[in-house]
């Protein structure tokens, strides 16, 4: 079972090279960041950070996932690659099924009250909120008059500067990504992601 801890910040990595991965994740881990979401939306270097990550660090040092997941098939892929989470960019209940189906756990994308109440159904645990920056802390704040006891992950449009707004709406944690990480991120980009880092630690 995988848990994401109250407040816990996860790093989103996208379009990294997977001969870049291993000193932009030792910069995370330093800083307090262990759960990372590695995205398929570059398949090939999605599934190629994913293996280099699951072959340098043991499950104790890293909760690793694999985000993006769109189509059936990659679930098995990204099990094979090391990827001990899925999370989705919406809402689709055939990939729910098939993740429980296949031991591996979930998290999906949702918009809306009626995504929240069918995943409950299917026995969704975690839900990534996208994109929150569009949707704002007062619609978090409805949310949990019908839902106070989901665990509501916060994604895209969060940063340092209005987390806590997302925290005392209601929201539970974070994924955070090209404000931590900038998309297609190098070695050369060490010290702005530290920096990073520690003004979501604040």
Known sequence: MITIEKNEIMAIIRDVDPVDIIPIVEVLIDEGITTLEVSLSNEAKGLGC?????????KEQLTLGAGTVVYLEQIKKVQQAGATFIITPGFEKNI???????????????????????????GVEIFKLFPAGELG????????????????????????????????????SYAIGS??????ATREMLDKIRANAKAFQR
């Open 50 to 58: 994913l293996e280099a990550l699951s072959q340098h660090y043991s």
């Open 96 to 122: 729910i099924k098939e993740s429980k189906r296949q031991g591996i756990a979930i998290f999906p994308g949702v918009f809306s009250p009626g995504e929240i109440i069918e995943g409950l159904q299917l």
């Open 137 to 172: 802390p007062t619609y978090v704040k409805s949310l949990r008059g019908p839902f106070p006891d989901i665990h509501l992950m916060a994604v895209g449009g969060v940063n340092a500067r209005n987390k806590e707004e997302y925290a005392a709406a209601g929201c539970d």
């Open 179 to 184: 404000e931590l990480v900038p998309r297609g």
